[in-house]
């Protein structure tokens, strides 16, 4: 991903802080994915039997420039 997107993601989305984050400090647990059917970004996120799934804030912006 190119940084200048990379950044911006960060700064719209707080699942997409929450992921850099876990990724930083070497957490598994976290996927971002691109939904066809509804053309949305969504993060999953696992930590033993939790799970959660959340629309990334940055879909939009995903959207426009192709790419996660």
């Known amino acids: 991903m190119p ?3 990379e950044i ?3 700064e719209l989305c707080s699942h997409c802080r929450e992921a850099r984050r876990m990724s930083d400090h070497g ?3 976290h996927t ?5 059917d509804t053309n949305e970004w969504v993060h999953d996120f696992t930590k033993g039997s939790q ?7 940055a ?10």
């Not at 971002?32 to 066809?36: A, F």
């Not at 799970?51 to 804030?57: E, L």
């Not at 879909?59 to 996660?68: I, Q, V």
Request: aromatic share 10%; with cysteine.
């Open 8 to 10: 911006a993601c960060l």
């Open 32 to 36: 971002l994915r691109h939904r066809m």
């Open 51 to 57: 799970f959660n799934h959340t629309f990334c804030y």
């Open 27 to 29: 957490e598994k647990g």
């Open 3 to 5: 940084l200048e997107l």
């Open 59 to 68: 879909t939009k912006l995903r959207n426009e420039n192709g790419r996660p």
